[in-house]
């Protein structure tokens, strides 16, 4: 009998060893699925690990490792979990979950199901197990059934979303067949994680068309990888604005960009609407408004390349006769080539009526062409600061050596000019700047 006894209680613990099996938790159960390894690390950042250890039951539609990584691949700001606000990724998480257990044989045809953050998933069973979300995203359940203690799990192999990801300025290019030279070309810079920044940002962006007459405008350019990164960088910038300014924004003005210039100011790109809108003097928009999450985009014609100041003058038609005076071709002073040299330079740039005045002066004037080239050459010099990028901000009260002679700043009306034959000159425009120097203009020639 002891030993019958002692026999029966060894199978009877037998038995039971054989049949209690403990089961996991959802989180502890995905940790052992080498598979579901960044579903894993997806919930711990969103600290959704704990919510789903409580009793449950819980459904969890749990997406591949490789389901995570189509949704970084579709969007080209996300490289890692890490990219990933933190509140998108529990609401893309919480879509998964259902706050019921529902195995596989549960589910009917065109089902709806509510999710843990309210959105629906519609079930179809046509041809095997399906899930569509919302955003018409459609996922095959690969494996079906797995239990744990608090719930069920069905692996799948999209990542659901409820609503569609919001583009930002390089989705939408990278979207765009006809920018395709301008991914690209940010590629090459570096710069496609800037774009992807909270901004907001305005992007003018070339076409691949403007692109390939960038190209063919230099023989020593057949693509992208010919010209100098430093050079492609800088000409990328100067398209960018880091504020959001649509097409209804626009005014005859001058906008910083993000390019820069001496001391590391802001490159000035010049908009026109008046006649036509153009930017930087000769580039017309194709399409506008085109709206992204951090800006907004402007397809335009042509490639901007960063102006000098002889080439910001020449771009505005309210400096036309100072270009005239400037390219006068009774000089002995090559000022286009001293202008367009690398300075840098501070010039305060009369504009066409302060011209007009000073022919007024005098009854024998009526063009340029009649002011003596020597007093032409005189004036002209007397309006280039050299060695010098002088921001408004940066002017102060006292004398200032020009190239034909000393002029006195004086800031206590105003920006105004007091020069040595005893002219006071108002300071009308300021900080226009360029890739080798800044201009202010001023409303009266400055006479030494």
């Known amino acids: 009998m002891t030993l019958f006894v002692s026999c029966a209680l060894l199978t009877s613990c037998d038995d039971d060893e054989d049949t209690i099996v403990k089961v996991d938790d959802i989180p502890t159960l995905a940790s052992k699925n080498a598979d579901l390894s960044t579903l894993v690390s997806a919930l711990q950042k969103a600290d959704l690990v704990t919510a789903l250890q409580a009793d449950g039951p819980f459904t969890v539609f749990a997406p591949s490792n490789t389901a995570f990584q189509k949704l970084l691949d579709s969007k080209a700001a996300w490289n890692s979990l890490d990219d990933i606000p933190v509140a998108t990724l529990e609401a893309v998480l919480k879509y998964h979950v259902v706050t019921s257990q529902a195995l596989s044989t549960d589910l009917s045809d065109n089902q709806e199901i509510t999710t843990l953050g309210g959105g629906k998933l519609t079930v179809d069973l046509t041809n095997g197990v399906k899930i569509e979300s919302t955003s018409y995203v459609t996922a095959t359940v690969t494996t079906a059934d797995v239990k744990a203690s608090n719930g069920v799990v069905h692996v799948i192999d999209e990542v659901l979303l409820m609503d ?218 007397y309006h280039v600061v050299g060695s010098a990028n002088v921001q408004a901000d940066q002017l102060a009260n006292g004398d200032v050596t020009t190239l034909g002679g000393t002029i006195t700043i004086d800031l206590t009306s105003g920006a105004q000019i007091q020069t040595s034959s005893m002219q006071t000159v108002n300071i009308v425009i300021t900080d226009v700047q360029g890739s080798n120097g800044v201009i202010h203009a001023v409303d009266k020639v400055l006479l030494p």
């Not at 910001?312 to 367009?340: C, K, P, Q, W």
């Not at 080239?373 to 004036?379: F, N």
């Open 164 to 381: 569609d990801l919001p583009k930002d300025i390089t989705d939408l290019a990278i979207g765009t067949d006809n920018l395709s030279t301008l991914v690209a070309a940010l590629k090459k810079a570096d710069l496609v994680s800037a774009l992807q920044a909270d901004g907001p940002f305005t992007v003018f962006a070339p076409t691949n068309d403007a692109f390939q007459a960038l190209l063919d405008s230099n023989s020593d350019w057949n693509s992208l990888d010919d010209i100098p990164v430093e050079t492609l960088t800088q000409v990328l910038l100067f398209h960018v604005l880091d504020q959001k300014v649509l097409s209804t924004d626009l005014t005859d003005t001058y906008v910083n960009t993000l390019a820069k210039g001496p001391n590391d100011e802001p490159l000035s790109l010049q908009v026109e609407v008046t006649g036509g809108v153009q930017f930087n003097g000769d580039s017309a928009p194709i399409d506008v408004n085109i709206l992204g999450s951090n800006g907004v985009v402007h397809t335009i014609d042509k490639v901007m390349l960063p102006p000098n100041v002889v080439t910001i003058a020449s771009n505005n038609s309210a400096f036309s006769s100072l270009v005239a005076a400037l390219t006068d071709s009774r000089h002995t002073t090559d000022f286009v080539a001293l202008l367009t040299g690398d300075g840098p330079y501070t010039i305060f740039a009369p504009t066409n009526d302060a011209f007009q005045a000073l022919l007024d002066s005098d009854p024998s004037w009526n063009t340029i062409a009649d002011i003596p080239i020597g007093t032409l050459d005189a004036v002209l010099k």
